[in-house]
C-alpha cells in the first residue's frame, strides 16, 4: 500500500501464480484428483501473478506506481520466484505500459474494451 500523508493512494496485490500449476486433466472441476495433483505440484510453483493494482485518480501523476510495483517485483524475486506476469493491462494504460518497460517486463497479450450502442 502506498500512502501520502498517511492516507492510502495506491495499493497491488500479488500471489502466487495457481494457473501454472493447476491440473489440466480435471478441466477447473474441484474433484479429489483436482487436489491431489495440486498438493503434488505446489513445489514447482515458481510464478507470481499481480491481480490488481491501483491508484487514486487525483495521484496517478505522480509516479507513484512505479515503487509499488519495484517493491513488489523485488518482494518477488526475494522469496524464490523466477518471474511473473502483471494480469489484464489495458492497451491504453501508458502509465502501467511505462512501468512495466522500466521493470524490463514484455508485453504477451493486448486487452481493448470496445463499445457499441445497442438500439431496440
Same mark, same amino acid.
Given at each position: 500500500i502506498a500512502e501520502w500523508n498517511a492516507e492510502p493512494v495506491g495499493f497491488v496485490l500479488g500471489i502466487p501464480d495457481l494457473y501454472?500449476? $493447476? #491440473?489440466?486433466?480435471?478441466r477447473g472441476r474441484l474433484t479429489p484428483r483436482f487436489f491431489v495433483e495440486l498438493g503434488l505440484n505446489w513445489r514447482r510453483l515458481d510464478q507470481a501473478r499481480v491481480m490488481?493494482?491501483?491508484? $487514486? #485518480?487525483?495521484?496517478r501523476r505522480h509516479g507513484i506506481h512505479l515503487p509499488l510495483f519495484h517493491r513488489v517485483a523485488r518482494e518477488i524475486f526475494a522469496l524464490g520466484y523466477r518471474g511473473g506476469e502483471i494480469a489484464w493491462v489495458m492497451a491504453d494504460n501508458r502509465a502501467m505500459g511505462k512501468a512495466l518497460q522500466l521493470l524490463g517486463a514484455q508485453r504477451t497479450k493486448v486487452y481493448r474494451l470496445y463499445a457499441k450502442r445497442l438500439h431496440q
Open positions: 501454472a500449476i $493447476l #491440473p489440466k486433466a480435471t490488481i493494482a491501483g491508484v $487514486l #485518480p487525483a495521484f
